[in-house]
């Protein structure tokens, strides 16, 4: 198992284009997340999937952003009209049901800047 | 809400001695879940330790070990015998037993020193 992978890595945009990275969980996993992590800050929890269903979204996930896990493997999360306080460096995380242990595994983030 | 409060933003200690991260948090749960994660320069974040708060028992992982007081509502982790690969921020976050999101604090930074 190679763990969570997240692309890109590093994003740079210009403000008002829009925005797409992906996430490829961990393969048993069935529990998707997305977290927003400002410089210097803890990451801040938007938006977690278990299968395909979308369970729970943040307040902090304005309209113009909108996350989807289509079959339950990798997630897509987009960011229209990006603002330059959409920088951050973006988490995804997996974990499982069935080990009870609550543990998520994080991918390496996408670094985005919007210009 | 719950929130997550970590008052050190800066600790440095010589490799080799043991220093201890601080982590209070408020909440009106009673069950839910503690962790500590680490997250080495440039690099993903990683599980260091967990604890179930309805288990009495601190946890401890080879030279890590929490001190978890439910009462007062704090969670600190103490690194033995630290090693320069500690350097990292560390995270403590919470997790309430009816859902899966964790809430975080805003890190400390800690330096170990050769």
């Known amino acids: 198992d190679t763990g969570v992978s997240q692309d890109p890595r590093h994003k740079i945009t210009k403000r008002g284009q829009n925005v797409t990275f992906r996430c490829d969980p961990i393969?048993?996993?069935?529990?998707l997340y997305w977290y927003r992590q400002t410089l210097g800050q803890g990451p801040e929890f938007l938006t977690y999937?278990?299968?395909?269903?979308?369970?729970?979204k943040s307040r902090l996930l304005s309209d113009r952003f909108s996350a989807e896990r289509p079959k339950g493997s990798f997630s897509t999360l987009e960011i229209q009209r990006t603002e330059q306080g959409d920088s951050a460096m973006y988490l995804c995380?997996?974990?499982?049901?069935?080990?009870?242990?609550?543990?998520?595994?994080f991918g390496p983030g996408t670094r985005l800047t919007v210009t | 809400a719950q929130t997550v409060t970590q008052s050190q933003p800066e600790m440095s200690v010589q490799e080799a001695e043991t220093v201890t991260l601080s982590c209070t948090y408020d909440?009106?749960?009673?069950?839910?879940?503690l962790f500590w994660y680490k997250q080495p320069p440039s690099r993903q974040m990683i599980l260091v330790i967990r604890?179930?708060?309805?288990k009495q028992q601190n946890a401890t992982e080879n030279r890590f070990s929490v001190n978890f007081q439910k009462a007062a509502k704090s969670f600190s982790l103490k690194i033995s015998d630290s090693q320069l690969g500690d350097t990292a921020m560390y995270f403590c976050?919470?997790?309430?037993?009816?859902?899966?999101?964790?809430?975080w604090g805003a890190g400390t930074k800690l330096i170990i020193k050769p």
């Open positions: 995380a997996s974990s499982s049901t069935g080990d009870g242990s609550y543990e998520q595994y």
């Open positions: 393969s048993e996993h069935n529990r």
């Open positions: 999937f278990q299968n395909e269903a979308q369970l729970e």
């Open positions: 909440t009106s749960e009673n069950n839910y879940y």
């Open positions: 604890q179930e708060a309805y």
């Open positions: 976050a919470f997790m309430k037993d009816s859902n899966y999101q964790l809430i």
